[in-house]
């Protein structure tokens, strides 16, 4: 077991993602080495996207186009399943996830495409330009990361696509004032519009009232995506049933942040802290002992489907 690259992960996860930290130490300790793996890929391939380090800014400018570091992180992902030895951390992070649990060639690259769309700028016309984009960020992580839980019956992937679309939707609308000063807008153009509000002028303060209606729409759109996932836990182990239902709760009470701090929503980044986790967690305990017992229902046709 190699355990340099094992604490390179969970520093990676501690310093890039302290929502989902928390939840992810809930797994079992085979589990969450692989999720761990997993997320430390995805966080290189964002920061090598975007220049940066855990998400913060580089201390020097790249030496490449963001359209040449897409192709080598392309390319080294295609290496990782032709079986070369990976010097890159992360790639051989990438490695020993996928072929310890038979991840298919077909998802890492569509994830890569949603880096390729926000390379080649983008724009989301309609929601489902929207979801099409938190497919290839979100919903494929959550595809893999359930592949890493044993899942392999296609309806419970479908739940797990739908958890990582609830997500990325949810950190649109936190995010959208942070993503406009990097040039990027995830939110459909036809819903700014109906606000009075265009791709120029969206993010300027003195539209923040309309700018809050259009967020609160889009985390209303995420609702039954959380709703739907619920319905995959009883497919997961216990400790992963834990897992997912406090990550689960703990995205979507930053949802709920937002939304009850109305246009002020993006004057400090919403959060949850300590207690609330510790509280979330206690929760999840509880979903996870019930999952079983609750009744299935099927998935609304008309919730967004996933390529298959």
């Known amino acids: 077991m190699n355990q340099p690259l094992f604490r390179h992960a969970a520093n990676t996860m501690r310093s890039g993602s302290k929502s989902f930290d928390a939840a992810a130490r809930l797994f079992d300790a085979d589990t969450r080495r692989s999720v761990l793996m997993l997320y430390t890929w995805c966080r290189h391939c964002d920061d090598v996207i975007d220049n940066q380090i855990a998400g913060f800014a580089a201390d020097a400018p790249a030496s490449n186009s963001p359209v040449q570091r897409l192709m080598q992180l392309r390319t080294a992902t295609q290496q990782v399943y032709q079986g070369h030895a990976m010097s890159e951390p992360a790639f051989a992070a990438l490695q020993e996830v996928t072929v310890r649990h038979h991840i298919p060639a077909r998802w890492p690259l569509e994830h890569l495409e949603g880096f390729a769309m926000d390379v080649r700028g983008e724009r989301y016309h309609t929601l489902d330009d929207t979801l099409r984009y938190c497919y290839h960020v979100a919903g494929v992580v959550g595809l ?65 009232a309309a700018l809050y209606r259009v967020a609160a729409q889009l985390l209303d759109e995420a609702e039954p995506y959380y709703v739907s996932a619920m319905a995959g836990l009883p497919a997961l182990p216990l400790r992963s049933r834990w897992a997912i239902a406090t990550a689960r ?17 993006w004057n400090s980044r919403q959060h949850t802290g300590k207690a609330e986790k510790l509280a979330l967690l206690l929760k999840g305990a509880g979903r996870a002992a019930i999952a079983p017992l609750a009744a299935r229902s099927p998935r609304p046709d008309s919730l967004w489907q996933r390529p298959v």
Not at 146 to 156: C, K, L, P, S, Y
Not at 258 to 263: K, N, Q, R, S, Y
Request: with cysteine.
């Open 249 to 265: 709760d703990v995205y979507r009470a930053i949802g709920i942040k937002v939304a009850d701090a109305g246009e002020n929503a």
């Open 144 to 208: 893999m990361m359930a592949h890493i839980m044993g899942v392999r019956d296609e309806q419970v992937l479908d739940r797990a696509c739908d958890l990582g679309l609830a997500f990325q939707l949810t950190n649109i609308a936190r995010d959208v004032i942070e993503d406009a000063g990097a040039g990027r807008c995830y939110l459909p153009q036809q819903w700014l519009a109906e606000q009075g509000l265009s791709i120029e002028n969206y993010h300027a303060a003195e539209n923040r």
